[in-house]
Structures are given as C-alpha cells and as structure tokens.
C-alpha cells in the first residue's frame, strides 16, 4: 500500500500512555499516524497535514475535545471520532452535536476503535483518494497548498517551482528538454529561466543540491526527475 494509499490519522490526547498506544497500534495496521498532547497543538498540526480522521479525547486540560471540535467544525468537516470515560447519553448527544462522527467509551479494544474508523470512512466515502499529494523522495508534495512536507519541515513553493515540479511528477523517470518545460511553465526558454528554476527547486528537494539525486540533468536532453 502507497503512503497516498493509507489512512492519515491525527490522535489528540492529554495521556502520553494513550497516545503511545493508539499511534504505536495503527501504525501496525499500516496507517499513517500523527500525535498532539492538546488542542492547541492538533491545530498547528493541522495547519501543516491533511488527515482524514481524528481520533479526540474529550477531557483535555485547556480546551477540551468537545471545545476543539467547535472550533474545528466552523473550518474543516474532517471526520472526529470522540474518545472519553463519560458514558451518560447526555455527553454522546453532546458530541455529535458538535460535529462528533462517532463516540467511543473508554476502556476499549483497540480493534474496535480501527473498525469504528473503517466505517466512519467508509460512511464519508473517503477511502481514499489522495491524488493532490504525491511522494517526492522524503517530501510529500501538497499540490494545492504549494507545500513540501517532511515530519514537522515545511517548505513553500513559489508559483513557478509548484508549476514546474507538477510537471516533472505529472511523468516521472522521463527526460523534459528546456523548451518543452518552458512551455508548460509559459515563461521564455531562450534566457536559462529553467536552469534557474530547476537550481532553486533542487535547494528545497535535495539532500546536497549539488550533487542531485531526485532531480537531474540528462547532459544536452534537459531535466528528469526520478521516482523513488
């Protein structure tokens, strides 16, 4: 399974211990898992990720759960699945309705919690399809956003760098001559423009820009860059 392939799963949760297990669990069910110790730090979280559900404790210190999913729900309709000891109706009816998809009672079996997440994905057609989002050596490359994304880095795209690596990606491992990136680019190839761009792309892809490993020059052809 591709990493576009898999669930993006952000958990928010005041307990270490909990976070440590749900993160560790998931993974071993081949999702892709974040963590924040309150709300504060799932929104910067979310500033920087996409995901495709949360897993929200509701009895937070700060802002609890149930205040982060307010707030989340004026901006984003990400699913949330509601985690809390308290298992009087009043408090499941309180968070669906504030945009809670699902409510799960602590103590549970983590493999109850991966099935309630299956069908909440499911019920929201969401599994998945991650086609603004493509793997670019340890960068993933947020198309709409014009942002690369490694662990807790990122990095802005300008306009012409974004326009360029789509191009580039649109077909990797194929050789793209000057004149034909500067036509998809729709700037001029007569002045080195490309050369420019694809130096200033290589300082925010590579590893050691001077010696490139995922973007290259094919010596009088033009520029590829490699798949991994």
């Known amino acids: ?6 669930k993006h799963i952000l958990v928010v949760d005041d307990d270490d211990r909990i976070r440590s297990l749900l993160t560790r669990f998931l993974k071993k069910k081949d999702c892709v898992v974040m963590s924040a110790e309150d709300a504060n730090h799932a929104d910067a979280l979310l500033e920087q990720f996409i995901f495709d559900i949360l897993i929200v404790d509701v009895m937070m210190p700060g802002r609890t759960g149930f205040e982060f ?6 901006k984003s309709d990400v699913p949330i699945l509601f985690l809390t000891a308290k298992t009087e109706i009043s408090d499941k009816a309180q968070g669906f309705e504030l945009g809670g998809d699902d ?30 989002i493509l793997n ?6 947020h198309k709409k956003k014009a942002e690369l994304i490694s662990g807790e880095q990122t990095i802005r795209l300008t306009d012409v760098e974004k326009k360029l690596l ?3 990606s649109a077909k990797p ?6 004149e034909a990136l500067a036509d998809q680019l729709n700037v001029s190839g007569n002045d080195r423009t490309i ?5 200033r792309l290589r300082k925010k892809i590579e590893e050691d820009p001077k010696q490139p490993r995922l973007l290259q020059t094919v010596r009088g052809k033009g520029y590829i860059l490699h798949s991994e």
Request: net charge neutral.
């Open 166 to 168: 789509e191009t580039l």
């Open 136 to 141: 670019i050596g340890k960068w993933s490359f």
């Open 1 to 6: 399974m591709s990493f576009e392939e898999k």
């Open 69 to 74: 999913g307010k707030d989340l729900r004026a």
């Open 103 to 132: 409510y799960l009672s602590k103590p549970f079996e983590p493999e109850e919690l991966l099935m309630r997440i299956d069908a909440i994905l499911k019920r929201r057609g969401l599994n998945i399809q991650k086609s603004d």
């Open 173 to 178: 491992d194929t050789i793209f001559s000057r």
């Open 195 to 199: 050369d420019v761009q694809v130096t």
